[in-house]
């Protein structure tokens, strides 16, 4: 079963206005931690935002704003006043908590966002 | 930039080459890791390190092959690979412990085997 699953392969978005990529995780874990990245067309993966499984406020970073639903298992990414620049593949991670020893972080498909202006 | 350097960043070798990738980073990190991105598939986690030691590998067939010299520095040894071993290949680090610790990655090694 796939532990990270992204519904929306892609999205499209006009400039300034906002957009919400979906992400629902799975994990028997009490402790764990969700992140975002971007991926433009170069390659790198740009870390965006983190929320932690005990975090009781919604992470926020600038635009980046994440929809933390605990009993939903969900973790959306809301992308508000969406820019030419934020057209890229975004990416939704998770790290558990059973092995703190530099545990890698498992990743969902992607979304492709496309911003048009 | 992230401080994670990978070289090459293209790569074009034939099923009976052997090359090596390679991944740096001055970042003070103890852990680092290796991924395989395909299309239309999730990052595959392929191989971690832990102050050199590797901890995880995620049934990666043999014809890759980790090293792990020292903390900075991250090599993917490859050989008789197959046509189907064309990817994006990522580097990555970060510190040890604590689920908040985000990973650093690199830009990738675009691979293709022909």
């Known amino acids: 079963a796939q532990k990270i699953t992204q519904t929306q392969p892609g999205m499209f978005v006009q400039e300034k206005e906002a957009v919400t990529l979906d992400c629902t995780y799975d994990t028997s874990d009490q402790s764990y931690g969700l992140f975002w990245y971007k991926q433009p067309s170069s390659g790198e993966m740009i870390f965006l935002i983190y929320?932690?499984?005990?975090?009781?406020q919604n992470a926020t970073e600038g635009r980046y704003s994440l929809n933390f639903q605990k009993a939903r298992k969900s973790a959306n990414l809301v992308i508000s006043a969406s820019q030419l620049g934020d057209s890229a593949m975004y990416f939704c991670a998770m790290r558990e908590g059973r092995d703190q020893a530099g545990t890698a972080l498992i990743f969902g498909k992607g979304t492709t966002l496309s911003v048009s202006s | 930039e992230t401080g994670v350097t990978q070289t090459p960043r293209h790569l074009v070798m034939g099923m009976t080459n052997k090359k090596s990738l390679k991944c740096e980073q001055h970042l003070g990190h103890n852990a680092m890791y290796w991924y395989k991105q395909s299309a239309k598939k999730p990052l595959e986690l392929m191989f971690v390190?832990?102050?050199?030691?590797?901890?995880e590998n995620n049934s990666v067939p043999s014809r890759f092959s980790p090293e792990c010299p020292n903390s900075s520095h991250l090599f993917l040894h490859l050989h008789t690979l197959q046509p189907e071993d064309s990817a994006l290949y990522l580097c990555?680090?970060?510190?040890?412990?604590?689920?908040?610790?985000?990973?650093?990655f690199g830009q990738g090694t675009r691979l293709t085997v022909v």
């Open positions: 390190y832990n102050f050199k030691e590797q901890t």
């Open positions: 929320q932690g499984s005990y975090d009781e």
């Open positions: 990555a680090s970060s510190h040890p412990g604590g689920l908040d610790t985000e990973a650093f």
